[in-house]
């Protein structure tokens, strides 16, 4: 939930609401997808301090295999993120007139 609202203040944040959204997205990908800390792990942690961890402190195990849970995550905020701008243009719930 958290990781939701950052994101929307990021999206709030820009001027250019495709710029927004866009950051929106990617901000909410890194904050809320998760992973195992190291391969055979059974620990999790965010993607985000996975990434800093094998840039700086951690022996580096690829990042291809963060690849995946990040893509899942940006699926899921581009599905928000649709339903988001449905919602705000009332394309989902108008009325039908006869």
Known sequence: ML???ISFSFYKL????????????IIFALLSGV????PGSQKLAPIISILFLENTI????????LFRPFLISISIGIFFGL??????????????EN
């Open 35 to 38: 992973w195992f800390i190291s």
């Open 14 to 25: 820009f001027s250019s609401k495709f710029i927004g959204l866009v950051a929106a997205i």
């Open 3 to 5: 990781s939701f609202l």
């Open 83 to 96: 339903i988001f701008i449905f919602l705000r243009k009332g394309l989902i719930f108008r009325k039908r």
């Open 58 to 65: 951690v022996e580096s195990n690829g990042y291809l295999r």
